[in-house]
């Protein structure tokens, strides 16, 4: 059965920086750990909870399957990439006493999520995961997810040059 649901602040969105105003910026956002199982996770959760508060504990909020659900979100205040939070959030797993690792190995799923806003530019932004922290992530039985959040009004950006279609209808479309 799933515990009880101790969801503090989530909306049905990630933890980071929800409802925040949007530049045009494409940047990222944040990381959030998501892991289920069948079994308690209270336990599991105050280990971690050591080196992050979490989100949600409890049944999951968006399936309303049966089962437990845990979130935390990963990343300090102002983080401007993954790498770091990633690394120090496996750190503390990679370290948890043994009950609290075979929760972890128990878990049905245990997930990074990796979380970025989207806008206009700029050009292009990278950002790495060293083969040492992928080796970490596998070893730990997590998998890594990349969530691309929108703008939320924006208009649509104009469609690209294509030669031969220089002139704009009335209603802007290129003909």
Not at 26 to 39: A, H, K, N, Q, V
Not at 123 to 132: N, P, R, S
Request: proline residues 7%; charged residues 20%; hydrophobic residues 35%.
């Amino acid at each position: 059965m799933g515990g009880p649901n101790v969801c503090a602040g989530l909306s049905g969105a990630s933890s980071g920086e929800v409802g925040a105003q949007m530049d045009e910026s494409t940047r990222y956002r944040t990381t959030d750990l998501y892991f289920y199982s069948d079994e308690d996770l209270t336990a599991l959760a105050a280990a971690l909870h050591a080196w992050s508060k979490p989100v949600c504990l409890g049944a999951n909020p968006r399936t309303h399957r049966v089962g437990w659900y845990c979130n935390f979100s990963i990343d300090g205040e102002g983080a401007e990439e993954p790498e770091p939070g990633i690394a120090a959030m496996l750190a503390v797993i990679e370290a948890l006493d043994p009950p609290s690792r075979s929760a972890w190995a128990g878990c049905s799923q245990r997930i990074f999520d990796i979380a970025y806003d989207c806008g206009r530019g700029p050009f292009a932004v990278t950002q790495d995961l060293t083969a040492e922290t992928l080796g970490r992530l596998a070893a730990a039985g997590a998998s890594l997810r990349i969530t691309f959040y929108s703008e939320p009004e924006t208009t649509p950006a104009e469609p690209p040059y294509v030669p031969g279609n220089l002139n704009k209808n009335s209603e802007g479309v290129y003909v």
